[in-house]
């Protein structure tokens, strides 16, 4: 059962991303580098959830599914510099 339902989450994530750029609503699926980007706009600069979703080509409502600040963030162990990915500064 659960390597039924991997399968079809990947079947699904693979048609996306074919579908990438065709104006078909935006990314659902995420990678974690794009899930920690969305975090530090949203948690670090301050930006909307529609904000977000337009700048960064996502769907509607994947911003809000990470749930409210605090649930899902974006942490670190050790100092953050500007540097860091060219996300903070």
Known sequence: MVLRARERLQQK????????????GGKRF????TIRQLLVMRDHRGLG?????KSMGL???VVRSLGV??????????KV?????????
């Open 13 to 24: 994530a693979e048609t996306e991303f074919a579908k990438t750029g065709r104006g078909d």
């Open 30 to 33: 995420l990678d974690v580098s």
């Open 49 to 53: 959830e529609e904000e977000i979703e």
């Open 59 to 61: 769907a509607k409502g």
């Open 69 to 78: 600040r605090g649930v899902v963030g974006d942490v670190r162990v050790g």
């Open 81 to 89: 510099t500007a540097e860091d990915s060219g996300l903070y500064g």
